[in-house]
């Protein structure tokens, strides 16, 4: 478990902030979407306020002496010298050359391992993740932001949030972790989800893992230090993946074990900071929550979020 903390600023306190949770993307492998990935990365980029969470299994990691190793389910981009000599030493730049624009422009909030990152780590004594976090961090502070942590398979971290002049500010917390386990009903997918926010007290609950989107808000009324009741709104989400395991030609893991197609793409989780006057009706009510609330509308190459 790893403790993160993190800021961004923005022009405005009431100003949303986005937050792309892109994991399970598994560049290298046949089935990546490597356009909506793309695609993604390229939206992130160019909005204002927008910043990517990286969750883990975001290169295959699978060489070729890995007894999973199948030929047919390598990316075709990896053949030739064009990304480096091993597979994995083609994944590993592939991937950095993708995020080097993003950690330039400051947008990587942290970044995760997932099974197939650890199992390389576990196997082959190369942590990739810790490698891109090193590489990026150097980038991102040579660009005049902050570094990107390490966040492991797990971490818990704060997120504060603030304004230009740095006169008014407040923080999120999470809980994020790669995940495990082979929940595949859509229920005991949401109890996973749920899960998570019994355990931590944070505001976001974030996991990947079972190539999934789902996504569950769960307001609570609390009390302020000073007494007043507060909104509180917090949120479990299951990111999705990139990965297609129903790709035509390609014998997968996916189809080996009977799981069903999916949307691809991430979820993305919206923050606003809501400021108020306390209603008439409600006197002892706090003026201020953070509204949470999560989108998911570029899921396929060609369209575009409005
Ligand atoms: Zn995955």
């Given at each position: 478990?790893?403790?993160?903390?993190?800021?961004?600023?923005?022009?405005?306190?009431?100003?949303?902030?986005?937050?792309?949770?892109?994991?399970?993307?598994?560049?290298?492998?046949?089935?990546?979407?490597?356009?909506l990935?793309?695609q993604w990365?390229?939206y992130?980029?160019?909005?204002?306020?927008?910043?990517?969470?990286?969750?883990?299994?975001?290169?295959?990691?699978?060489?070729?002496?890995?007894?999973?190793?199948?030929?047919?389910?390598?990316?075709?981009?990896?053949?030739?010298?064009?990304?480096?000599?091993?597979?994995?030493?083609?994944?590993?730049?592939?991937?950095?050359?993708?995020?080097?624009?993003?950690?330039?422009?400051?947008?990587?909030?942290?970044?995760?391992?997932?099974?197939?990152?650890?199992?390389?780590?576990?196997?082959?004594?190369?942590?990739?993740?810790?490698?891109?976090?090193?590489?990026?961090?150097?980038?991102?502070?040579?660009?005049?932001?902050?570094?990107?942590?390490?966040?492991?398979?797990?971490?818990?971290?704060?997120?504060?949030?603030?304004?230009?002049?740095?006169?008014?500010?407040?923080?999120?917390?999470?809980?994020?972790?790669?995940?495990?386990?082979?929940?595949?009903?859509?229920?005991?997918?949401?109890?996973?989800?749920?899960?998570?926010?019994?355990?931590?007290?944070?505001?976001?609950?974030?996991?990947?893992?079972?190539?999934?989107?789902?996504?569950?808000?769960?307001?609570?009324?609390?009390?302020?230090?000073?007494?007043?009741?507060?909104?509180?709104?917090?949120?479990?989400?299951?990111?999705?993946?990139?990965?297609?395991?129903?790709?035509?030609?390609?014998?997968?893991?996916?189809?080996?074990?009977?799981?069903?197609?999916?949307?691809?793409g991430p979820?993305?989780?919206?923050?606003?900071?809501?400021?108020?006057?306390?209603?008439?009706?409600?006197?002892?009510?706090?003026?201020?929550?953070?509204?949470?609330?999560?989108?998911d509308a570029i899921t396929t190459?060609?369209q575009e979020e409005?």
């Open positions: 478990m790893e403790l993160v903390t993190q800021s961004v600023t923005v022009n405005s306190i009431r100003d949303e902030v986005r937050i792309v949770c892109m994991g399970c993307i598994h560049h290298g492998a046949a089935g990546c979407d490597e356009k990935a793309d990365y390229d992130i980029l160019r909005k204002p306020n927008t910043y990517v969470i990286f969750g883990g299994d975001l290169v295959d990691s699978i060489h070729e002496r890995d007894p999973r190793y199948l030929d047919e389910e390598v990316a075709p981009w990896t053949y030739g010298k064009k990304w480096g000599g091993t597979l994995i030493d083609k994944q590993y730049h592939y991937a950095l050359e993708k995020w080097r624009p993003l950690a330039e422009a400051g947008k990587i909030l942290w970044i995760h391992a997932g099974n197939h990152e650890w199992k390389l780590k576990t196997t082959s004594s190369r942590d990739l993740t810790l490698d891109w976090s090193r590489e990026l961090s150097k980038i991102s502070v040579k660009a005049g932001f902050g570094e990107v942590p390490y966040a492991g398979l797990s971490a818990l971290s704060n997120l504060f949030i603030r304004n230009r002049d740095h006169t008014s500010s407040y923080r999120l917390t999470f809980f994020s972790n790669h995940g495990g386990g082979g929940a595949q009903s859509d229920g005991g997918i949401i109890n996973k989800a749920m899960s998570m926010l019994r355990v931590y007290d944070v505001d976001v609950a974030l996991m990947w893992h079972v190539h999934r989107k789902a996504h569950q808000g769960s307001p609570m009324w609390s009390l302020t230090d000073n007494g007043k009741r507060v909104r509180r709104e917090r949120l479990a989400a299951v990111c999705g993946t990139f990965l297609n395991g129903h790709t035509e030609g390609v014998g997968s893991y996916a189809e080996l074990k009977g799981y069903l197609p999916q949307l691809l979820l993305v989780v919206h923050i606003k900071r809501e400021i108020s006057r306390a209603p008439k009706s409600d006197p002892k009510r706090s003026t201020h929550y953070t509204r949470i609330f999560v989108s190459e060609g409005t």
